[in-house]
């Protein structure tokens, strides 16, 4: 790979711009998409490559070419500087996802309890606003106070997020669908929300419960079948009230 | 692109890094599957003439070969492409335990 290439593809990364790296095979040249120069059908492949996140070798015109997708991160806002988002944050960093901790209560979103991390103290709803979640963001609410949760998942509903989850018991979650539904979001739209938030595996501990968020998350972002479960499965399913 | 190097997975960052620090570097890159494989297309490895390494490629069942094929390419600047596959029949060739296959691009940043 020659410098110019490597440095086109990292200025891509830091502008947040998703790009293939197109590899003739076995050949080795490489070029970056989309390119005008490069024709239509290569565009085309790779169009296809970004929107499924796929990185595949493709025949065009009776070539070989590999081509590797570097989509824009998946990000994830953490709504709520608390406990269970300190284990939370490390854990998803270490997955590879860019996250966001937003909470207007300076105590809890100090530097010192989220070394490293972007910290917005606005309101959850124009820290969402300024963030402009997209397929490949995914919304956490953590704080069990409706004053910030639900302005969160307001914006998230109103967004094409991949994955929104709310931390809290089922009859905690019923009063918030409530509260949601009244704020005009209807029913197929209040199923997006993964409450109690994470997969059931009787988690305990603010490291275990962060756990099953995140292996929620990854069951969503890759289509497991496991993500599709019925909102609620038991009662325990979503950790403490 | 030592931003980005936060994930262990972001191989290409640190190979970036240690370029950018002076090693030669050869990168690997799965660039097609059929099968079981452990790593999907897109997977990659780093190797510096150095010895050092970072990422995979397989389970672990390819990567003493594929660090010996960037090896090569660091000192010749010729890339390869590599095949690895259960249907090698003499046993001290490398292949993939778990029955898949794999083809694997090897380049050096220059």
């Given at each position: 790979?020659?410098?110019?290439?490597?440095?086109?593809?990292?200025?891509?990364?830091?502008?947040?711009?998703?790009?293939?790296?197109?590899?003739?095979?076995?050949?080795?040249?490489?070029?970056?998409?989309?390119?005008?120069?490069?024709?239509?059908?290569?565009?085309?492949?790779?169009?296809?490559?970004?929107?499924?996140?796929?990185?595949?070798?493709v025949s065009i015109s009776g070539a070989a070419y590999f081509l590797h997708v570097h989509n824009t991160p998946l990000r994830m806002v953490v709504v709520g500087a608390v406990h269970i988002?300190?284990?939370?944050?490390?854990?998803?960093?270490?997955?590879?996802?860019?996250?966001?901790?937003?909470?207007?209560?300076?105590?809890?979103?100090?530097?010192?309890?989220?070394p490293n991390v972007t910290i917005s103290t606005d309101w959850p709803d124009e820290a969402l606003d300024a963030l402009r979640p997209d397929r490949r963001t995914a919304i956490v609410t953590l704080t069990h106070d409706p004053k910030l949760d639900d302005p969160a998942l307001d914006r998230a509903l109103r967004s094409p997020a991949l994955y929104i989850a709310?931390?809290?018991?089922?009859?905690?979650?019923?009063?918030?669908?409530?509260?949601?539904?009244?704020?005009?979001?209807?029913?197929?739209?209040?199923a997006r929300i993964r409450g109690p938030a994470g997969l059931n595996i009787e988690a305990v501990t603010a490291p275990e419960i962060a756990l099953s968020i995140l292996a929620e998350f990854v069951a969503v972002h890759r289509g497991a079948a496991l993500a599709r479960k019925p909102p609620v499965a038991a009662e325990k399913a979503g950790q403490a009230a | 692109?030592?931003?980005?190097?936060?994930?262990?997975?972001?191989?290409?960052?640190?190979?970036?890094?240690?370029?950018?620090?002076?090693?030669?570097v050869a990168?690997?890159?799965?660039?097609?599957?059929?099968?079981?494989?452990?790593?999907?297309?897109?997977s990659q490895m780093a190797v510096t003439a150095s010895g050092r390494m970072a990422g995979s490629v397989s389970g672990g069942c390819i990567e003493g070969a594929v660090a010996e094929a960037a090896l090569q390419t660091i000192s010749s600047g010729a890339p390869q492409l590599l095949d690895f596959?259960?249907?090698?029949?003499?046993?001290?060739?490398?292949?993939?335990?778990?029955?898949?296959?794999?083809?694997?691009?090897?380049e050096k940043l220059q």
């Open positions: 790979m020659t410098p110019e290439l490597l440095a086109a593809l990292a200025l891509a990364r830091r502008e947040q711009r998703p790009v293939v790296l197109a590899t003739k095979l076995p050949s080795g040249e490489q070029l970056l998409l989309p390119d005008p120069q490069a024709g239509a059908a290569l565009n085309e492949a790779a169009e296809r490559a970004l929107a499924t996140d796929r990185s595949d070798t988002a300190q284990a939370l944050v490390p854990m998803a960093a270490q997955l590879g996802l860019a996250v966001v901790v937003v909470d207007p209560r300076r105590a809890f979103a100090s530097a010192e309890r989220f709310a931390l809290g018991s089922r009859r905690t979650h019923a009063a918030r669908l409530a509260r949601l539904r009244a704020l005009g979001h209807d029913e197929a739209s209040l | 692109m030592s931003e980005a190097s936060a994930s262990a997975e972001d191989v290409l960052a640190v190979a970036a890094d240690w370029r950018e620090a002076g090693e030669q990168l690997a890159t799965v660039t097609e599957t059929w099968g079981s494989s452990p790593r999907p297309a897109g596959g259960v249907t090698n029949e003499r046993a001290w060739e490398v292949g993939l335990a778990c029955g898949g296959k794999v083809k694997v691009f090897v």
